[in-house]
């Protein structure tokens, strides 16, 4: 196939030379034509100049059409030989001489004229609006012949002066057919290797763009399109004000590590990870299943309607002396949150920073996923590196002695931050005393919801509100003897688990009110048996005699863990067994989970 090629040649005999070299061309197509600058733009436009691979054309012309066509323009450059030429036809030249030309060729011309030491005024055109400006000029100063581009010699002609063009020669016009084949094969090149790149980031099951923290979109690929279900010639990526605005907080940690946010589109949630890419722009990827991190340690941006401690559903003793203990630690720059988990400890944290001195600060959800020297050297940086956030950090009970020794030697006490250790079970009982001590004074309990039952029906209440609306229902309450059912669980998975239960029944029931019959269906479908676990109590515990052993095993393990306070000895001495065969054991059985 052969390299199209449009030469607008900017005077006739140009393009009388150009006709004549076409033919000795093999690899190229050439389509000759003639206009002069403006006009030049006109004949492209009129043949359709996006049919060509390349054009070419000369100076000021060459310049106009780069600027108005999408292709790549060579130029017909002015060689020494054409300089020579023009200078030896005028040298003899009784007349005054001036030089009225674009920049490009007064260079050429005055390097060559100084090495043959003939001297010729000259002004050099800035804009082509200057020429007749600098012709009248050159006239009064006496000039009889001007030498220059082909726009000066019209000019210089239509004012009586006489005009000579520096032409390009057979050489120079050779020498841009030769740099049209060489662009042509660099532009294949990498044109071909972009369509590869580009197949292989749409056939990535991922969506990626490349984003500035203004919202400007500047690539995507097309799984990104359709997961953010946007069009193709959108330029700005659809996150709201309120994220920008956090990611632009949190940019000096993005530079050396990833951060995850969720953002749901027509109802799906979508998984983001966003890191510094280059050039103050942002590679951000989604993902609209659930992508199981690898990472030993994540963090992720986390936004939350919660601004207050009154939004804290909850009337019980125990919910009110939270909060108070909460009011009084909201301005700690070091603290520590312990509970169950689904207990409500990221919403007490979210209550806490709305009422604090943090309360611009986004909240960054640091977990340890796998306790490894990655994950303790990427604590550590954020630890020592971030500022005007709030650090919620869980997992680091997972860390061993020396690394949690390791992390009261930082300064946790920054300017303007919070760091909150997050626990399920009493640090007390789990942590080296060192890393304790450091914030233990400090120190918030969540209680579990089966020590707070009185609260459960406003949890249930605000759930069905939030339900009706996500699913269309009109449920309006709930029957007491499915509330006292509910009550009597015993909410392994506390306010999370209720949430979960509750989206069941709406998706359940059909009527007005949740009934006993329809609790008690949607707890038998349930993963948990909920039936069994109410009427065994403390002491027994409901055995599915289909699981694994290692399961059953586990369940135990579990819920004697459970009653004491998830205290591993006296679990260990009430299953009669040792504290490091405990330990072994729920790490066996994490691991085949994991695997
Ligand atoms: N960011 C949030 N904004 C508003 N409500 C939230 C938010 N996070 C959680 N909730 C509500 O609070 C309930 C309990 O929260 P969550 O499960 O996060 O508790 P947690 O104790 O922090 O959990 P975990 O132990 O898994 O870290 C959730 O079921 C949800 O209804």
């Not at 193709?232 to 590590?257: E, R, W, Y």
């Not at 959800?365 to 994950?375: E, F, G, L, Q």
């Not at 309990?445 to 209440?461: A, K, N, S, V």
């Not at 989206?503 to 949740?514: F, K, M, S, T």
């Amino acid at each position: 196939m052969k390299i199209k090629v449009l030469l607008i040649a900017p005077y006739s005999g140009l393009k009388e030379l150009a006709l004549r070299l076409t033919k000795e061309q093999d690899e190229l197509e050439i389509t000759v034509r003639e206009g002069d600058l403006e006009e030049a733009v006109a004949v492209a436009n009129e043949i359709g100049s996006e049919q060509f691979d390349i054009v070419i054309s000369r100076g000021g012309t060459a310049k106009l059409l780069r600027e108005n066509l999408g292709q790549p323009v060579i130029e017909i450059p002015l060689s020494g030989y054409d300089i020579l030429r023009t200078l030896t036809l005028i040298k003899d030249y009784k007349g005054k001489v001036e030089m009225v030309a674009f920049p490009n060729i007064c260079q050429g011309v005055n390097a060559v004229s100084n090495l043959l030491d003939i001297h010729i005024p000259y002004s050099v055109i800035e804009h082509s609006g200057d020429v007749e400006r600098l012709i009248l000029e050159a006239k009064a100063k006496g000039a009889k012949l001007i030498v220059g581009d082909t726009v000066t010699i019209k000019v210089a002609k239509r004012h009586g002066l006489q005009g000579i063009l520096f032409t390009s020669g057979r050489e120079s016009i050779l020498e841009a057919f030769q740099q049209a084949r060489q662009l042509y094969l660099v532009l294949h090149k990498y044109e071909n290797r972009g369509n590869m790149l580009e197949k292989i980031m749409d056939q990535s099951g991922e969506g990626v763009a490349v984003i500035s923290l203004n919202g400007e979109l500047h690539y995507c690929n097309t799984p990104f399109l359709k997961m953010w279900h946007i069009a193709d010639d959108v330029t700005t990526v659809p996150l709201s004000s309120g994220t920008l605005s956090g990611l632009k907080a949190l940019k000096h940690i993005m530079a050396f590590q990833t951060i995850a946010f969720r953002k749901v589109v027509q109802g799906r949630e979508l998984h983001c990870q966003i890191r510094y890419f280059d050039d103050e722009k942002y590679l951000l990827k989604t993902d609209d299943t659930f992508n199981k991190e690898s990472k030993d340690l994540t963090v992720e941006y986390l936004r939350s309607s919660i601004h207050s401690f009154t939004q804290i559903p909850g009337t019980s003793v125990a919910i009110r002396k939270v909060i108070n203990q909460a009011r009084k630690l909201k301005n700690e720059g070091l603290m520590a949150i312990y509970g169950e988990k689904g207990v409500e400890k990221k919403p007490i944290a979210f209550a806490m920073r709305g009422e604090s001195v943090f309360h611009n600060c986004p909240f960054l959800v640091v977990t340890i996923t796998h306790p490894s020297d990655n994950a303790y050297n990427a604590l550590k940086k954020l630890l020592e590196k971030s500022k005007g956030v709030i650090l919620y950090i869980r997992g680091t009970h997972r860390l061993d002695p020396v690394q949690q020794r390791g992390l009261t030697m930082l300064n946790q006490h920054q300017e303007n931050r919070q760091v909150i250790y997050a626990f399920y079970a009493d640090p007390k009982s789990t942590l080296e005393p060192e890393f304790l001590k450091i914030f233990s004074t400090r120190l918030l309990h969540i209680p579990p919801l089966r020590e707070r039952t009185e609260d459960l029906g406003e949890h249930i209440r605000l759930f069905i509100g939030q339900f009706n609306e996500k699913y269309g229902k009109q449920v309006a309450g709930i029957h007491s003897d499915a509330l006292e059912l509910l009550s009597t669980s015993i909410w392994k998975g506390n306010v999370q688990e209720c949430e979960s239960i509750v989206e069941r029944l709406i998706q359940h029931v059909n009527g007005e009110y949740i009934h006993l019959t329809d609790v008690e269906q949607v707890l038998a479908d349930s993963t948990i048996n909920y039936k069994s676990a109410v009427i065994s109590g403390e002491r027994t515990i409901p055995i599915d005699i289909n699981k694994p052993l290692e399961d059953i095993e586990n369940q135990i393990i579990m819920r004697i863990l459970e009653l004491e306070n998830m205290n591993q000895t006296k679990t260990a001495e009430r299953l009669g067994i040792t504290r490091a065969t405990l330990w072994r054991k729920l790490k066996k059985y994490e691991q085949s989970q994991r695997g």
